[in-house]
């Protein structure tokens, strides 16, 4: 199974969220549908701004996605979404998946 992380752009608050999935097309309709009163039922509606494939590991995924929110800057995941951006460092292991359509 391959592993995503995934970057949202709130289109009302120009806010971002980070996750891991294995399917994250049903993760953004879940954090645009969900009937749970969470962080991100609060900012809606969200989009992709970058999803990088992150290997076959579930705890590989979940340890850059907890790298990538402890850097706690919104210039840092800019920098990252940006198209021309080169992962690097503990990084290196993602694969940018091509631009979406929501």
Same mark, same amino acid.
């Given at each position: ?23 994250? !097309?049903?993760? =953004? ?5 969900? $009937?749970? +009163?969470?962080?991100? &039922? ?29 850097? !706690?800057?919104? =210039? ?5 979404? $940006?198209? +021309?951006?080169?992962? &690097? ?14």
């Amino acid at each position: 199974m391959t592993f995503y992380i995934y970057i949202l752009q709130s289109t009302s608050s120009n806010i971002f969220y980070i996750g891991s999935t294995s399917n994250f !097309k049903n993760r =953004l309709i879940s954090h645009n549908n969900s $009937d749970e +009163n969470t962080f991100t &039922s609060k900012h809606r509606p969200w989009v992709f701004a970058a999803v990088f494939e992150a290997g076959t590991s579930r705890i590989e995924a979940l340890r850059i996605e907890r790298f990538i929110k402890q850097q !706690k800057s919104k =210039l840092f995941i800019e920098k990252i979404i $940006d198209p +021309n951006f080169i992962p &690097s460092g503990k990084l290196a292991q993602l694969v940018r998946v091509p631009k979406l359509r929501d």
